[in-house]
């Protein structure tokens, strides 16, 4: 079955770097975009960015552009998120989701989500 | 960005109400928009896509519906597993966006 495992997730001060990775298994990794959403304390969901299949290409919402890389590693069947240069409201349980196509993407399997807390 | 805004931010029902939950897109999406369910601590789960697309597994009690800038999600006959939080989430353009959620409460 679909499993999604989102890892990396800590306590960490404003001003550093995290990497966020998400663990893949059963079904064909390479075969799908693949996607970061985040929920801020209290708050809704919010896309952070995608990443296509062969990873050749990347969106990021506005709010992390320029802070935050998306990778992936099709051999270890595995997506990260690097986010840099953390700010207090980067709080956020973060959760990597796959993407099914449709004019752009919705998402039929989502892991349990790592969070992130950053506080001085 | 396309903004979505849901309605009721909150509502109460009981076990065997129908509820309706309204989603309002800034600018028309066709129908390309999908329904969420989250519980707290787990994973969000998909219900519906393509306006009104059931997603396989989920119960035929939820119901898609709607196109253009206005969309419902329906729910007949609410079961105990309902209560929750539930998101719209339009996938017509970048960046993809969310509604702001839907507490749905005993």
């Known amino acids: 079955q679909v499993q999604l495992v989102e890892s990396g997730g800590g306590v960490v001060h404003p001003g550093r770097s995290l990497r966020l990775s998400c663990a893949a298994s059963g079904f064909i990794f390479d075969n799908y975009e693949m996607h970061w959403v985040r929920q801020s304390p209290g708050k809704g969901l919010e896309w952070v960015s995608m990443?296509?299949?062969?990873?050749?290409?990347?969106k990021y919402a506005e709010f992390v552009e320029g802070r935050v890389t998306i990778s992936r590693d099709n051999s270890k069947n595995t997506l990260f998120l690097q986010v840099d240069s953390l700010r207090i409201e980067d709080t956020a349980v973060f959760y990597c989701a796959r993407g099914l196509s449709g004019s752009l993407f919705y998402f039929d399997y989502w892991g349990q989500g790592t969070l992130l807390t950053v506080s001085s | 960005d396309i903004q979505m805004t849901q309605s009721p931010s909150t509502v109460s029902a009981s076990i065997g109400d129908r509820v309706n939950i309204t989603c309002r897109a800034s600018q028309t999406i066709a129908v390309w928009l999908a329904w969420y369910q989250h519980k707290p601590g787990q994973a969000p789960n998909l219900l519906i896509y393509r306006a009104s697309l059931l997603q396989g597994g989920v119960p035929s009690r939820f119901r898609g519906s709607g196109s253009g800038t206005e969309f419902t999600l329906t729910i007949n006959s609410l079961q105990p597993d309902d209560f929750a939080t539930y998101y719209c989430?339009?996938?017509?353009?970048?960046?993809?966006?969310f509604g702001q959620g839907t507490r749905l409460d005993i």
């Open positions: 990443i296509s299949h062969d990873g050749n290409t990347k």
């Open positions: 989430q339009q996938y017509d353009s970048y960046p993809i966006t």
